[in-house]
């Protein structure tokens, strides 16, 4: 590396401590901002005039709490930090519209990880990937990818996953001399009950009854 390049950082920290917010209304708000769990990578872009108003609240806590510790600091501390938290989730909102293509991309990802795992015949070996396995093979947090997929399509990784599942299982259940139960097993479902109950739920008819359906035809 150039030792005559100098790399300048600049930025700020919030920090709180949880009792800070015990028993006000933010308490209960915080646990629905899914950033928190997002990695590093994942973080949010702000536009020059998203960074100004973001200093802009900064500002408005700083000051707050250098220069008025009174019975209403507390209340307007946290109303800011509100605020703040709010238009972070509008950020992400519009950053995750902006990168559409990107969504598009890491669902044909998931996708493929999918396909791959079945293939490979672990399914019947190790059981349904979870999501936090499908989420480490494409290098992001478990909770982007389910935010992602679900801005992008309506539907949770676990929606994705179950989907994928009963496809493949269509395909083995039309096999001749297949049981249910070793349909069931060979998709990685540890009770075959279970196989069946989320077929009917996402078919509308059971194994059985799709079985004799195409029979039929």
């Known amino acids: 590396m150039d030792s005559s390049v100098i790399f300048e950082q600049k930025g700020f920290s919030i920090n709180f401590h949880e009792d800070f917010l015990k028993g006000t209304e933010l308490a209960t708000q ?14 949010l ?35 800011q930090l509100s605020t703040l938290l709010k238009y972070a989730n509008r950020f992400y909102e519009r950053q995750f519209l902006n990168r559409k293509e990107l969504s598009n991309d890491l669902l044909e990802k998931f ?11 672990k399914l019947s070996e190790n059981g349904i990937p979870t999501i936090e396995q499908i989420a480490d093979k494409l290098n992001v947090s478990q909770r982007y990818l389910s935010d992602t997929l679900k801005k ?26 297949k049981t249910i139960a070793e349909v069931a097993y060979e998709l990685g479902f540890e009770y075959p009950h279970y196989f069946s109950r989320l077929f009917k739920k996402k078919e509308g008819i059971s194994p059985s009854q799709y079985i004799e359906k195409y029979k039929m035809n």
Not at 158 to 172: G, M, P, R, S, V
């Open 111 to 121: 996708n493929f990880q999918l396909a791959m795992y079945f293939e490979s015949g």
């Open 152 to 177: 992008e399509t309506g539907k949770t990784t676990t929606e994705h996953l179950q989907l994928n599942l009963i496809d493949k299982a269509k395909d083995i259940l039309l096999q001749p001399h």
């Open 45 to 79: 872009h702000l536009s020059p005039k998203e960074e100004k108003q973001i200093e802009s609240i900064v500002h408005n806590i700083k000051i707050e709490y250098q220069n008025n510790q009174d019975e209403f600091s507390k209340e307007i501390i946290i109303s």
């Open 30 to 43: 915080i646990k629905k901002y899914n950033f928190f769990s997002y990695s590093v990578n994942e973080s």
